[in-house]
């Protein structure tokens, strides 16, 4: 045990993931009682790891630890684990931001996470790792588009294949597959010597390697013997028989297999053999029906029924049926059924299913091909195991040409084949037929037995192996885009018809009542609209499903405007059910969660669930799904009317919000009517002052502009409607985030004015949030804007200068647009409460500073925190207080405060509306904003309330501080010029309350009410 002790303190200090300076460093509370990088080591090995401290910042214990339970039950330090068997497993050693953006991709965002794989995948300073999982991602998703060059040089020039390791072989497996199509022989064969280093004992290499064999052929007919000794090889490790051309004159393909007969066991059919029902529904297979039905024909198992079920098709495909039925083989008994109108694959397998006399039943698709011995090995199986219930076999999908290829490969191109699945007659006795939908009840019934029977109920005939050939056509239902795409599995028709039917089998697990009737009075849970054959009255027992068959719960909408869940992977439904409610979140573009609750308190007071009141009750009744609420003014049509969209109405309120509100409360002194839209009514304070001086308040779901997002044009006709029913005038829109009412204005041809709160050039969190570069939000304002309100001489310099640049570089064949004018319009404040505030007291005995915030990161929290420490050495008497609400950013600061004995914990307060009150006991307000503050409302505020400020000489600061004057500037993030000026005030009262006194001055002749009056006269006209 020593020995190995050893040598995983070794592996760990040898590897380049444990760092012990940066575990030092970043465990500070840890430094009294380690003093070198031996103790690092010798403490994460001993118990660092499984507490989950990290060694280095390539490796993140904690997250490891919580991803792969696993490693955390069995106590073992997370790293040795990783470095062990961990990579070699494919897991990952810290989050990868790859997966989540791959996981959205697939969940209906890919305009937006398609331009944030590339950037990913191109980034130089990201790790490899990561990069490389976003090139895998991207070349899934570029296969889907059958875009094979990209896909190749994803995978190779980017990486992607570099993540395979054994047991997972996708990126290789679809690098193989693009090389062959693009006919690239010699990439194809390198990475072949690569997969078979991975798969040496697996199907993918020899799967692989008929490609290869295919592609590197000069003809078809040279293809033909390399591509049959492939398969043939991979079968005989098996102990299967080889196959080879049906029609020896014709060209290889999946329409001319067949068993080779002279190699086939003789097996005498006796009555001791179970009769085995093979039920093929089919509908206009004129082409293929063949394929399926010869290959059935020369299955080994003696006791075969075959039912064939035609499903009132429209082609030749009855006459070639018939055709077929000649060639049967006398062992096998063939029925041939036919339905008078079309009805469905699974209804036709359940009227196959009434006639089927067999011991044991299996399915089969009309465009598929089986191995000659599928059918006995998945019966002897089912005979070696007498207490299991029913057994699958694996398949695997060709081209017509035997091209093995998958778009949504992952980890093999091998999978369980559903339509295998044979199941013994007595369990289908209790468990009944199959769901009559157009996709997705294969998976239905195979879940349904093994939540009845268990998950050891179903075995799985030759893992890996395929025995059998599913034909990959654009124009099959799972193949062809629209409701039923494979794609829809992750978001989608499929997903809502898994969700729907795992939550039928929760409740006929607590029922036992899991029979599904063949012609039922009512559906025994939901269907998606998509995949129903007819309509049916419902047994909606479950909230969830109600609102999932709705049409009112939009998952893509709800992830595409609730941005911050886009930072991690969750089930948009299960989140709205169990979270989305008590976050005032909307479930789509038609229903605002919080409008409904304040325009029918009653639903409130009931508890129920809104949106569930709305479906049940609240339509019938006349019930609007998103409000206009009356104001307390009235309409006057001799008066113009303008329409202000906010972008959030949260409970906590800052600058951008707080500057509508004081805009709208100057306004209704004027002759102007006054209309908003909110995108929540959760603020219910901001609510009630907006009805105070408004005609009305439109309450409705609309979220954040995003590049790359796709418009919501039901957005855009709420908009539309709200503009031409009040016959709006001029469309105001808060901030440059939102894109709707700026379309919705340009369609009603009503001019629009965009208020700018932001510059981007230098707030890295906003161009993340938005996923677009500065020059990307400019040509958003620009190009949907007919003038720009901006609230700073900086916020408008950054703006022109960037029209300036897109009107310079347009193209010379494009007519550009007429530059859009751009203004100053100084966000209005309510200064008079702080106008009224008493300056700091002449006698003190010591001074306070505060920074007031929504103590984000970005607001500059670790530079406050540098700041306190270095007040702490240079003047103790200096109190540092933060004022704002609770965040995970203000936690981790006042952790790494209590670690820090003999330092000042900095003293907190609560997110407060009353300035006033938290401005009363502070002598020096400091703002420290690691992003450019494009106005700066806190400087303005503490000015008023004539308390001295310093701040970095950084965005529009500069705007209202005079340097000396009424605060200071220092270099920006120069903490040490920070606490020298603080401690310089600090230490001169006079200069403290004089410097205070001079920016109330400038505070009260700049932006008083006199000022802001004054201003407020060119936005009056219309």
């Known amino acids: 045990m020593a020995s190995a002790g050893i040598a995983d303190q070794d592996l760990v200090s040898h590897s380049s993931f444990f760092d012990p300076s940066w575990y030092l460093e970043h465990h500070p509370h840890l430094r009294g009682e380690l003093h070198s990088p031996a103790d690092a080591l010798d403490h994460f090995m001993a118990k660092g790891g499984r507490l989950g401290y990290s060694p280095g910042p390539r490796f993140d214990s904690s997250w490891y630890l919580s991803e792969y339970p696993d490693v955390a039950r069995a106590a073992i330090n997370p790293l040795v684990h990783y470095l062990r068997h961990g990579q070699h497993e494919g897991r990952q050693p810290r989050r990868n931001p790859a997966i989540l953006l791959e996981h959205l991709l697939w969940r209906g965002l890919a305009p937006v996470m398609v331009p944030r794989l590339w950037k990913v995948a191109r980034a130089a300073d990201e790790d490899a790792l990561v990069r490389q999982h976003a090139a895998w991602a991207l070349a899934r998703w570029m296969a889907l588009q059958a875009d094979w060059q990209t896909v190749e040089r994803l995978l190779l020039e980017f990486g992607g294949e570099r993540i395979a390791v054994h047991g997972f072989h996708g990126p290789l497996l679809l690098a193989i597959d693009a090389a062959c199509r693009l006919r690239h022989q010699s990439k194809a064969l390198a990475l072949l010597t690569k997969l078979r280093r991975f798969a040496t004992d697996h199907s993918d290499a020899a799967l692989a390697q008929a490609n290869v064999a295919a592609a590197s052929a000069t003809s078809d007919l040279d293809a033909e013997k390399p591509v049959l000794a492939c398969f043939n090889a991979l079968w005989a490790k098996y102990n299967l028989s080889p196959i080879q051309k049906r029609d020896l004159s014709r060209t290889l393909s999946l329409d001319n297999l067949a068993g080779t007969d002279s190699l086939l066991p003789a097996i005498e059919k006796t009555d001791s053999h179970p009769l085995v029902s093979v039920i093929l529904p089919v509908f206009n297979a004129e082409k293929t029906i063949a394929t399926a039905v010869f290959g059935l024909y020369q299955q080994t198992w003696p006791r075969l029924e075959i039912i064939i079920v035609d499903d009132a098709s429209t082609d030749t495909t009855l006459r070639q049926i018939q055709r077929l039925c000649q060639y049967a083989p006398p062992h096998q008994e063939i029925t041939v ?38 059918i006995a090995r998945q019966v002897a199986a ?27 490969v992952a980890e093999h191109w091998s999978e369980i084949s559903l339509s295998s699945l044979m199941i013994r007659r007595d369990a289908l006795s209790e468990l009944g037929y199959w769901d009559e939908v157009k996709v997705g009840a294969d998976s239905e019934l195979y879940e349904r037995i093994r939540v009845r029977y268990g998950s050891d109920a179903i075995i799985e005939v030759l893992p890996g192996v395929p025995l059998a050939f599913a034909r990959l056509q654009d124009k099959s239902l799972t193949q062809s885009p629209g409701p039923t795409h494979l794609a829809t599995q992750y978001v989608g028709a499929r997903k809502d018809y898994q969700d729907l039917y795992r939550r039928w089998h929760e409740r006929a697990r607590r029922d036992t009542r899991f029979y599904m009737p063949r012609h039922p009075d009512s559906r025994l849970f939901p269907a998606p609209l998509a995949l129903l054959t007819e309509q049916m009255r419902v047994q909606c027992s479950d909230p969830l499903d109600r609102i999932q068959v709705s049409g009112w719960f939009d998952p893509i909408w709800y992830l595409h405007t609730h941005i911050d869940l886009q930072s991690r992977i969750i089930d948009p439904l299960e989140h709205y059910w169990t979270q989305g409610l008590a976050e005032a979140r909307d479930p789509g573009p038609h229903f605002s969660t919080s409008g409904y609750l304040v325009a029918y308190p009653e639903v409130h007071q009931s508890g129920r669930h809104p949106l569930l009141h709305f479906l049940q009750q609240g339509r019938q009744s006349g019930h609007q799904p998103w409000p206009i609420l009356p104001g307390r003014r009235s309409k006057r049509e001799d008066w113009p009317t303008l329409l202000f969209c906010a972008h959030q109405a949260n409970l906590r309120l800052f600058g951008a919000e707080l500057a509508l509100l004081d805009l709208l409360e100057l306004l209704a002194e004027h002759k ?25 308040v439109a309450v409705f779901p609309y979220g954040w502009w995003q590049s790359g997002r796709p418009t919501s044009l039901p957005t855009v006709r709420h908009f539309r409607a709200l503009i031409e029913h009040f016959r709006v005038d001029r469309v105001h829109v808060n901030t440059s985030v939102l894109e709707e009412p700026l379309i919705a204005a340009r369609e009603a041809g009503v001019p629009v004015w965009l208020h700018l709160h932001e510059l981007p050039d230098k707030d890295e969190e906003l161009c993340a949030t938005l996923a677009a570069t500065p020059s990307q939000i400019a040509s958003h304002i620009l190009e949907r804007s007919d003038r720009v309100l901006a609230n700073s001489n900086t916020t408008a310099a950054w703006l022109r200068g960037q029209a300036n640049h897109q009107f310079d570089h347009a193209p010379s064949e494009q007519p550009t647009r007429a530059q859009v004018p751009i203004e100053v319009f100084l966000n209005p404040v309510d200064l008079d409460p702080l106008f009224a505030l008493p300056p700091p007291p002449q006698l003190a005995d010591h001074c306070r500073i505060g920074m007031i915030s929504s103590n984000l990161p970005k607001k500059g929290l670790t530079d406050f925190e540098r700041l306190a420490k270095r007040l702490r050495l240079l003047d103790p008497s200096v109190e540092c207080h933060l004022i704002g609400p609770q965040t995970d950013a203000l936690a981790s600061v006042l952790q790494r405060q209590s670690w820090r004995t003999g330092e000042p914990a900095i003293k907190t307060q609560g997110y407060t509306e009353d300035l006033a009150k938290a401005f009363k006991p502070l002598d020096i307000l400091v703002n420290l904003s690691q992003f450019q503050e494009s106005f700066g409302r806190t400087i303005l505020e503490a000015m008023a309330a004539a308390r001295a400020v310093v701040a970095y000489d950084w965005g529009a600061l500069p705007d209202l501080v005079e340097h000396g004057v009424t605060g200071y500037l220092t270099t920006y993030r120069d903490v040490d010029a920070v606490a020298h000026y603080v401690v310089a005030l600090a230490g001169q009262r006079r200069r403290l309350i004089s410097m205070g006194l001079a920016g109330r ?16 006269q060119g936005l009056l006209r219309v």
Request: net charge positive.
């Open 337 to 374: 059924l036919r339905h008078a109108r079309n009805q469905g694959a699974y209804s036709a397998r359940n009227t196959g299913l009434e006639r089927a006399r067999g011991n044991l039943i299996t399915t089969h698709d009309a465009d598929d091909w089986s191995h000659p011995q599928k």
């Open 672 to 696: 102007v009517n006054l209309l908003v839209s909110l995108p929540s009514a959760a603020n219910r304070g901001l609510l009630s002052r907006l009805l105070s001086c408004c005609v009305a």
């Open 1001 to 1016: 001055a400038r505070a009260m002749s700049g932006y008083g009410r006199t000022a802001q009056q004054q201003a407020l």
């Open 382 to 408: 089912l005979e070696e195991a007498p207490g299991v219930v029913a057994c699958v076999s694996s398949w695997v999908r060709t081209t017509a040409t035997l091209h093995v290829s998958n778009w949504w």
